[in-house]
């Protein structure tokens, strides 16, 4: 498929990292002295890491890059050379990828080239590094029961609620205060009803895992133009690639005719909320 996908100028990039930790997937690392996308798989294409490189160096454009695809992935990684497809094979296991990154070795013995990672890396039953935050295994202690119990109701209100599914000028969004949340929001927070859906529409979305988020991004747009949502929270998880959440929400903002309240509210793995503000000074 046809999609948004950055690029990035080797000749104006200048190393300074400034944009490796504007991107939430983790696509970007500095190799040799310059910034490398060091896989398309994770690269959303928004562009969140624009406005940080202080050469212009990094454009989006838009290429064929079809969504979990390795062969056209590794078509293009192995212009970066040996450091770069090293970066990117062991961003993938990271990730517990390791039947991308097995089918990116395989392509390499198709191709004629070498190996520059140590295949030992894919062993131990496939189990992934956990570099990545978001992937680590974490046992958390269940808290002890309460001995009231309690009826919990739903307050949803309407269906569906599937970013990807909703319509943006469904009836329910009209006028409405929108929560946008994260996947595994609800699942972490214990009363995630009762405090946050309650007396709000809905729309979940992932934005590490989810595909093509300029649909995304355009319908955010829409709610806040045409359905006119009256606010936006933005729920999210602490770990670092639900921050790709927000930046949807401040980039539909700053395409949008309407100026709106939003406040993001980040929830711990451990169901606690660390941290409540405001993203443009009106919540």
């Not at 002295?33 to 212009?56: E, Q, V, W």
């Not at 890396?121 to 295994?137: A, E, Y």
């Not at 202690?141 to 001995?147: A, C, L, V």
């Amino acid at each position: 498929m046809i999609r948004k996908i950055i690029t990035i100028d080797e000749d104006k990039c200048n190393g300074c990292g400034d944009c490796v930790p504007s991107c939430a997937e983790g696509a970007l690392q500095i190799i040799n002295g310059k910034a490398r996308l060091i896989s398309d798989l994770f690269c959303d294409g928004l562009g969140a890491c624009l406005g940080t490189c202080p050469t212009n160096a990094i454009s989006v454009i838009e290429r064929e890059a079809e969504p979990y695809n390795e062969r056209k992935v590794m078509e293009y990684i192995i212009k970066g050379g040996k450091e770069t497809i090293n970066a990117h094979i062991k961003h993938l296991i990271a990730h517990g990828e390791t039947q991308y990154a097995e089918e990116a070795l395989l392509f390499l013995k198709e191709n004629g080239i070498p190996n520059p990672l140590d295949e030992s890396i894919l062993s131990n039953n496939h189990k992934p590094d956990h570099s990545c935050p978001g992937s680590q295994s974490v046992s958390l202690e269940s808290p002890k029961e309460n001995s009231v119990e309690y009826d919990v109701s739903s307050q949803l209100n309407h269906w569906p609620i599937q970013l990807h599914l909703v319509s943006p000028e469904a009836p329910y969004y009209r006028d409405s205060h929108l929560l946008l949340a994260a996947d595994c929001a609800a699942f972490s927070y214990g009363n995630f009803h009762k405090d946050f859906i309650k007396g709000k529409s809905l729309a979940i979305a992932c934005p590490k895992l989810d595909s093509n988020k300029q649909v995304y991004l355009e319908k955010l747009i829409t709610m806040i133009n045409k359905a006119e949502v009256k606010s936006i929270t933005v729920a999210i998880m602490q770990v670092p690639c639900c921050g790709g959440l927000v930046q949807l929400v401040q980039q539909a903002l700053n395409f949008s005719e309407r100026d709106i309240p939003v406040n993001v509210v980040v929830i711990g793995i451990k169901g606690e909320i660390l941290q409540e503000v405001s993203i443009n000074g009106q919540a």
